[in-house]
């Protein structure tokens, strides 16, 4: 069995631990996360994804099972790492490509985590919409960040085969970028709404399958009269899967604009997205003051896409991860504290949902 399957294999059976000690904390409360249980929850995610990145800095040649300088060159041409060799020194060529591994992990990291805050916003006007209890969030939330884990994977492999396969896909997705980035920051003022009667996932599950009208607790499925029924909270939870799947289609082409290696792709988008139910909690009640955070994911978006179109030219020109990393840090630190600098009474982003059928949907105990 190879490095790169036993590596994968212990990371998956890592994050299902954590996921796993996540959902038995869950089910011993209330349901309902506070700020201060989200804020430790945010905090352990973040230092174990900081853990990781000193495990890849030290032994990240390991993923590849790396042993030799030719085997080292090969992964460098395959993934298309930054890295210069030291011939004949196959101690500092690890040393420089671990170093150029950990810079990726990273800065991968930091966008995913950027574009995750948007993303929070949606599922928080999706739960708002269906007027879900807070109470039931968490356990949404568990099962959809389960199921965004197994779409990330499939996406991030499959996609590197066809970056592999056919490199003029970055051409397509750096221009595909810069258009959902100028579509961003031409409509950040924009009510954001959702019609919960007449979503396309709603209609859908409407029409193939036996949908109860009630909520019935937090259960997903119900059994009335001898026939087994979704209920509406097994809607949300295929709404905001939905939206995630919308989601990866910019946030996991512009972390292969930082690095081509399809495992640094995974275990940075991972690492992300099991941070977003904690962020969920620590930001839903505030997340619309950061009012130019909007802009900021917008010029992000732009950026990254442009440089997936320009990275011949960047390279030629000595552009590096480095680089890449302070522009995201200064476009995201900037957004933030103007947002915070610049305050005003008005709700820059306010929710909005259509009141139809969510208005239908009673509880039962």
Known sequence: MSNEVLFLGGFILFICIILAIDLSLGSKSSGQVSMKQAGAMSAFVVALSLAFYAILINFGHLIHGIDSIEKLQEIIVKHKHPVQIIPNDLEHSIDLYNSNLGLEYITGYIVEYALSVD????????FRGFNVLPKDYHKVLFWGILGAVVMRFIFIFLGAALIEK????????????????AKMFLNKNDEESIDTEHHPI?????KYFKVHNQFVGNKFWVTINGVKKMTPLFLVLLVIEGTDLIFAVDSIPAIFSVTKDPYIVFFSNIFAIIGLRSMFFLLAGVVDKFKYLKV?????LVFIGLKMLLH???EDW???????LLIIVLIL???ILLSLLIQ???????IKYEEGKSDDLHRES
């Not at 709603?202 to 409407?206: C, G, K, L, M, P």
């Not at 900021?296 to 992000?300: H, M, V």
């Open 296 to 300: 900021g994911l917008s010029i992000l």
């Open 202 to 206: 709603v209609r859908f599950a409407n």
């Open 333 to 335: 630190g900037g957004s």
């Open 312 to 314: 011949h030219y960047l």
């Open 119 to 126: 993303n929070i916003f949606v599922i928080l006007l999706v």
């Open 344 to 350: 005003d009474k008005r709700t820059n982003r306010s």
């Open 166 to 181: 056919f490199s003029w896909i970055m051409y397509l997705f750096g221009a595909f970028l810069v258009f959902t980035g």
């Open 318 to 324: 000595g552009f590096k991860t480095t680089h890449s």
